[in-house]
């Protein structure tokens, strides 16, 4: 079966510092992957996606980047850390959807709660 | 441009009320639906899914039921539980540029009350 990690779980930075977050996922081959974020008491930001290893696509400019150096391997970054950041980082994967009857649900990640201080 | 949008929380019930949460959507082509639920401190988890119009989708009680004509996808249950408290987002999904493309609603908070 497949499962996906990401951590950290929690993480408190100060402001101008980097920032790396990991997200793996198991089971699967070829996974769409994607980061979104979620600001406190609201919906679901992406910020990221990938349908391939070094293929990124932004969704909304920012203070952030993303990598995929390996298949099932999704890092979100940052050289430095605004407190705008802060918020609830979620990472995601989905099969690729080729014709209409295809799963296409996303199963998501436990999430990381960044707080920049 | 596609979208999805709910209704507005926080929605407030007593134990064993009948729940209706509203969606509707904007989408080119033919999207999927889903139901996610999040819990306290914890990621997403779907809670429901439809492919096609008039497709019901259902699980622990919940369903909704893809109305293309009406573009909605609302979710009911028929006896809410404390244990339902938890923010509920409404999204699609789209074939757009190779891959899928996930579009979610605010979400909606629902507190359960005994």
């Known amino acids: 079966s497949q499962t996906i990690h990401q951590w950290p779980a929690t993480l408190v930075q100060p402001v101008g510092s980097p920032l790396s977050l990991e997200c793996t996922v198991e089971?699967?081959?070829?996974?769409?992957l994607y980061w979104y974020r979620q600001a406190a008491g609201r919906g679901l930001q992406l910020l990221f996606y990938?349908?391939?290893?070094?293929?990124i696509s932004s969704e909304v400019p920012q203070n952030l980047s993303a990598s995929r150096p390996q298949d099932r391997q999704f890092i979100l970054s940052s050289k430095k850390l605004l407190l705008s950041d802060s918020g609830f980082y979620l990472c995601?994967?989905?099969?690729?959807?080729?014709?209409?009857?295809?799963?296409?649900?996303?199963?998501f990640g436990q999430g990381t709660r960044l707080t920049v201080v | 441009g596609n979208s999805v949008t709910q209704m507005e929380g926080p929605v407030t019930l007593s134990e064993e009320a009948f729940l209706t949460i509203n969606c509707t959507y904007t989408?080119?082509?033919?999207?999927?639906l889903f139901w996610y639920v999040q819990y306290p401190g914890e990621g997403l988890q779907l809670l429901l899914k439809?492919?096609?119009?008039?497709d019901k989708g259902s699980n622990k009680g919940f369903e909704a039921t893809y109305r293309k004509e009406t573009t909605s996808f609302h979710l009911e249950k028929g006896s809410v539980q404390v244990s339902d408290s938890a923010v509920y987002f409404c999204?699609?999904?789209?074939?757009?540029?190779?891959?899928?493309?996930?579009?979610f609603g605010a979400g909606t908070r629902l507190a359960v009350h005994p």
């Open positions: 439809a492919t096609k119009a008039d």
């Open positions: 989408a080119t082509g033919y999207p999927s």
């Open positions: 999204a699609l999904s789209l074939l757009s540029g190779g891959y899928n493309k996930l579009i």
């Open positions: 990938s349908v391939g290893i070094g293929q």
């Open positions: 089971g699967t081959s070829n996974p769409n």
């Open positions: 995601a994967w989905s099969v690729l959807r080729v014709h209409r009857a295809a799963n296409t649900e996303a199963f």
